[in-house]
């Protein structure tokens, strides 16, 4: 009698917690199918498919780039210093490359195609590593490259009339099948980043 007293006095309890363990295991298996997810299709994170022309006026889109990694950086030429500084840290991995740079995409796609035109970036990039390819298009074309890779970039009125754009100052790395690999860490030397681009050539 006095056992079934004990059980019923903590049915509650035990029940409580088995309610308890259900919901931290559903937290649990929502949690690792949301990161699953993620990973099985980085296609539905960061990247995908754009329509643009470099700076020689060459139409290029996302399957023009399969078959190859590449680094892919939005900015504008007009930036002060986030964008010259990326492009010139860019400019040194491509250089420790060596060959290896041929057979690696190295793309800078405007968030300014307002300025940026084919001839301002081909003058623009005159300044960096021969193998970066400056993209641009209509405006319709570049913000669509700019949702597939979840940039953020805004005009920032200045009081003259100009204007300088805030943005997103990321270098994605893609792998050669397009795919969003990591944001690629340009804080390393140029020796260290041009190894780790050369393990997915
Ligand atoms: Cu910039």
Redesign the pocket.
Known sequence: MSNRKTVSRHAPIIGAFLAGLVFVLAAVLAASSFFSNHSASPLGTIGGPFHLQDQTGKPVSDQDMKGQPFLVFF??TH?P???PT?LFDMSEVLRALGNDADRTGALFITVDPERDNPAVLKEYLSNFDPHLRGLTGDPAAVDAAIKAYRVYAKKIPLKDGDYT?D?T?VVYLMDKDGRFVAPFNLKQTPEAAAAQLRGYL
């Open positions: 900015g504008y930036c210093d986030v964008c990326t754009m943005h100052a």
